[in-house]
């Protein structure tokens, strides 16, 4: 049976002893009295606790202790105790062992959900793929189904397709889009003698290629390997309750025994007196408001931090949070805007974007479409096309406008062309600063400039700095050369770069990192996804696809960079949270055990059964208002930026 269905049937039958036990002191009782609870306690305990049960004689033998130890031992003695207290009619504590099972499956049903999240991002990475493939055999062009293609392989790619596997282009060229892999914006140039990667897609030509890398051996297969692993190895920090446990459950347990032994062996009480004194231990250590303290906290934390636009997935990140030392970006759609915009037109603007935008308006290139984009903003976007439109291989366009001869390109143009001195000095000092530069002219003199490049958002360099001023290192890990990403990491301030990182290598270089201290890693791009993965926390920008979406720990809804303090501080609030939570769902316990084991007894104070169990209720009452108090957190994060609007 599901941990799911096993949740639902200890909720139904647990609601009623609920809703008895808050509103016994108004007069309500349930209908059956005792023979009620016991058969809806009995349920409770065959169906939904029996894994429990399993699992504690399991560590039992094993000599170990661990949570289902605890919520073992606690439901059983409740169960086996108020059976024998509804025999000799004293008060009975049913409603403590349904409650603890019920609050303990919800906590195990979160869990089960982010597991199911987790194997659903490998499954989404696998769709990427390309269904078939035309292949030349014979001198013939057949489209074949992915799986019948064989290394060696002559395959064609049309405009729009995805290249179906790794390779090497033979004949041919074109531009494809390699974003889906490495995570660049800009189309790559592609002619023979380059390779190519499986799932990414042709844009403009059509080129064929040799297949070298096929099945398991395609980068995209190699980086669902590294998500699989990723997800599977067990992380490095335990579950919170299970330490605890592992500590309190032997204490709990020897103090019950000791109490026994000493009223029984030593001072000779009565039987039924010194039984109501080791059950008492035992009920007020019962772990109702442990079961409480993670999942209430976790519902209000993430509540308040969807209203943030933040979405926190698990509750170990939260423990995980705390620890990170350093956090490394990615820098396409994540630093950066994730597309080239025009930065800077040097010259008479409205002229320049005028005659550039008439030129490339039949062209589909990346450049091309932010020129065309920029012309649009300055209202120039209704302009005609150029007549006798050429394009000049690996050089630029030229048309003809006012009868007169036009041209845009890049730096290669200049070996014909004259630029004013003026212009040379401004176009390399744009391109030191990482810009790619466009020349716009007419007849075979340059008359101004368009800078090019993938900016920073506008929220990056205020992100960054809050990062460090929390204490925190940062990084940035990309694909792109070192004069570009060198540039934009002056302008954000980013501490450190590392450059020409190829997709399967991100993660190496998030596990060496993670020599130095706890990592969290930020990207948006499905090369991204074993990294996200690999970090202590992963922290996916809410632009990125799916893949990446389902492999981060935090998902960044807004696609604000500046959420990245924001996710941290609140996790590390909702953390802290639960470990008051905990200290709440023990300290009545605690307190209450030496009352428990007939400390005040010379006095004629006892702690009954039904006053421990009562104590275990406050206990969980002040967990609930605790978590409920999340809602007031002030985040400083948010008010820097509210201040900042």
Aim: hydrophobic share 50%; glycine share 8%; with cysteine.
């Amino acid at each position: 049976m599901t941990t799911s269905r096993r949740f639902i049937i200890a909720l139904i039958f647990s609601v009623p002893m609920l809703a008895k036990m808050v509103l016994m002191p108004f007069g309500f009782h349930l209908p059956g009295g005792t023979i009620t609870e016991f058969g809806l306690t009995t349920i409770v305990m065959a169906v939904s606790a029996a894994p429990f049960l399993k699992s504690s004689w399991s560590s039992f033998k094993k000599h170990h202790s661990n949570m289902d130890t605890l919520v073992a031992i606690g439901t059983m003695t409740a169960y086996l105790y108020s059976i024998y207290a509804m025999i000799v009619g004293q008060p009975v504590f049913f409603e403590g062992a349904a409650l603890v099972v019920t609050f303990i499956l919800l906590g195990q049903v979160f869990e089960e959900r982010m597991r199911k999240n987790a194997s659903s991002a490998v499954e989404k990475l696998l769709d990427l793929q390309a269904k078939d493939a035309i292949v030349i055999r014979d001198g013939q062009e057949v489209t074949i189904p992915l799986d019948q293609v064989v290394t060696g392989d002559l395959i064609k790619v049309l405009p729009g397709q995805k290249i179906a596997v790794d390779g090497t282009i033979v004949d041919g060229q074109s531009t494809v889009d390699e974003s889906m892999v490495t995570g660049e914006s800009m189309p790559v140039e592609k002619k023979a003698g380059d390779a190519v990667i499986g799932a990414t897609i042709n844009t403009n030509g059509s080129f064929v290629f040799k297949a070298g890398k096929i099945g398991e051996e395609t980068m995209l297969s190699q980086i669902v390997e590294m998500v699989k692993k990723a997800q599977t190895r067990r992380a490095p920090i335990q579950n919170l309750t299970d330490r605890v446990s592992g500590i309190f459950v032997p204490i709990v347990l020897i103090l019950a025994i000791a109490t026994f032994l000493i009223w029984y062996v030593f001072l000779g009480s009565a039987l039924s007196t010194v039984l109501v004194f080791a059950i008492s231990i035992l009920v007020i250590a019962c772990p109702c408001a442990l079961g409480l303290a993670t999942p209430t906290a976790l519902m209000v934390g993430t509540g308040l931090s969807a209203k943030h636009g933040i979405l926190i997935k698990n509750g170990e990140v939260l423990e995980a949070v705390n620890q990170v030392k350093m956090v490394i970006f990615d820098k396409t759609g994540t630093i950066t805007v994730g597309q080239p915009v025009v930065t800077d037109v040097i010259g008479p603007e409205k002229k320049i974007m005028t005659l550039a935008g008439q030129l490339e308006k039949n062209s589909e290139h990346p450049l091309a479409i932010a020129v065309l984009d920029y012309a649009e903003k300055l209202g120039l976007n209704n302009q005609e096309s150029a007549k006798n439109f050429a394009a000049i291989e690996g050089q630029g366009v030229t048309g003809e406008l006012n009868g007169q001869t036009a041209f845009v390109g890049n730096t290669r143009l200049l070996a014909e062309r004259q630029i004013d001195p003026d212009l040379q000095k401004k176009m390399q000092e744009l391109q030191a600063e990482a810009k790619t530069v466009v020349l716009v002219g007419e007849a075979d003199q340059v008359i101004g400039l368009v800078a090019i490049q993938d900016a920073p958002k506008a929220s990056s360099k205020k992100a960054i700095a809050d990062l460090k001023a929390r204490g925190l290192k940062t990084i940035m890990l990309t694909g792109d050369n070192q004069l570009v990403a060198e540039a934009i990491a002056d302008q954000v301030g980013i501490d450190q770069v590392i450059t020409e990182v190829m997709p399967n290598d991100k993660a190496d270089h998030v596990q060496a990192f993670q020599q130095e201290g706890a990592v969290a890693f930020v990207g948006d791009g499905i090369n991204d996804a074993p990294a996200l993965s690999t970090a202590n926390v992963g922290i996916a920008m809410g632009s990125g696809t799916d893949v990446v979406i389902e492999s981060g720990d935090i998902i960044l809804v807004k696609n604000d960079l500046q959420d990245v303090a924001t996710a941290i501080e609140l996790s590390a609030k909702i953390f802290n949270r639960i470990k008051l939570n905990l200290f709440w769902a023990f300290i009545y316990n605690v307190l209450g055990i030496p009352v428990a084991a007939g400390l005040f007894y010379g006095i004629g104070f006892i702690l009954s059964p039904e006053l421990a169990g009562l104590a275990m209720a406050f206990s969980s009452l002040s967990v609930v208002t605790s978590s409920l108090l999340l809602n007031k957190t002030r985040l400083k994060t948010l008010a820097a930026k509210k201040s900042m609007a």
